[in-house]
């Protein structure tokens, strides 16, 4: 099949650091290219994939911006009509979803968002696209969509090499925010008396609660923030971590971290909520 998927304008593919949806989009591209499909990734101009690239932006657009998302979006979909030459289109942004109205081939949407009415609002006017959950939990908090399935997130596992022991810290790796449960994380290690090792960045929404509930507890515990993370520093952090820890105060879709420590051989403690109960298996 000649499949475009577009990706976000704001990280590139795959992630240097941080980056969920674009690190889900590089593993996509990656596995239907080695199994003979004909891919055009639609992402920023310093990706770094096996398939056929178009872009937009040179570089990243960060801070993320809805009016920079619109025109990489609107720019795609007229680069996908105009080319005229797509068997289907993957989209991984809720803004990208009207665009749909102007192209000829099926669409499929990834929800890699918490459920929020101004989205399911747009879903629902939108029948004719097949939807995919990142968990059940996600869909059962999603409007009912006609079209829709859950596929879990999925990861190279040779990236990732399993390690039967550890150095004897904790990890809490992504971004700082307070739905992502940092503030509980420097807590539970300070109570159990180990070491926490952070990895990541508080976003610009989340500056203020970085401030407030995280910067005077690493100066309290003296846990390590590491700030941003490659690839292969990130794995190395996690094989030497004894557990990682996800004391999420939302309801995470997915999730991927997760999934990235299990393949590393270092358990996951978090919270039974979000799709935490369909991917980490309790008590083992």
């Not at 590139?12 to 004909?38: D, M």
Request: aromatic residues 8%; contains cysteine.
């Amino acid at each position: 099949m000649r499949i475009a998927i577009i990706s976000t304008p704001f990280i590139r593919v795959p992630p240097s650091g941080y980056g969920g949806t674009e690190l889900f989009c590089y593993e996509l591209v990656e596995g239907l290219s080695a199994r003979g499909h004909e891919v055009t990734l639609f992402a920023t101009g310093d990706s770094s994939v096996s398939c056929r690239r178009r872009s937009l932006y040179a570089s990243p657009r960060w801070p993320p911006a809805p009016e920079d998302e619109v025109n990489h979006v609107a720019w795609a979909a007229s680069e996908i009509a105009r080319e005229d030459r797509f068997d289907l289109v993957h989209l991984n942004s809720p803004i990208a979803v009207p665009f749909t109205r102007f192209l000829r081939v099926p669409a499929v949407h990834t929800l890699h968002h918490a459920s929020c009415d101004e989205s399911s609002r747009i879903y629902a006017q939108h029948p004719e696209v097949a939807y995919v959950a990142i968990s059940e939990r996600q869909r059962s908090l999603e409007i009912a969509l006609p079209r829709s399935c859950v596929i879990h997130h999925g990861v190279t596992p040779a990236r990732y090499p399993t390690s039967l022991s550890d150095e004897g810290y904790l990890a809490h790796l992504g971004r700082y925010a307070e739905e992502k449960g940092t503030h509980l994380a420097l807590d539970i290690a300070r109570a159990a008396g180990m070491q926490l090792r952070l990895a990541g960045r508080a976003h610009s929404k989340d500056r203020l609660y970085y401030l407030r509930e995280v910067a005077p507890r690493l100066r309290e515990s003296g846990a390590s923030d590491l700030g941003e993370m490659d690839l292969d520093r990130k794995v190395a952090l996690l094989r030497g971590a004894r557990a990682l820890l996800c004391p999420l105060q939302w309801e995470e879709p997915f999730g991927l971290v997760a999934v990235e420590a299990m393949l590393c051989g270092t358990p996951v403690l978090g919270f039974r909520r979000g799709s935490f109960p369909e991917i980490v298996d309790e008590g083992i």
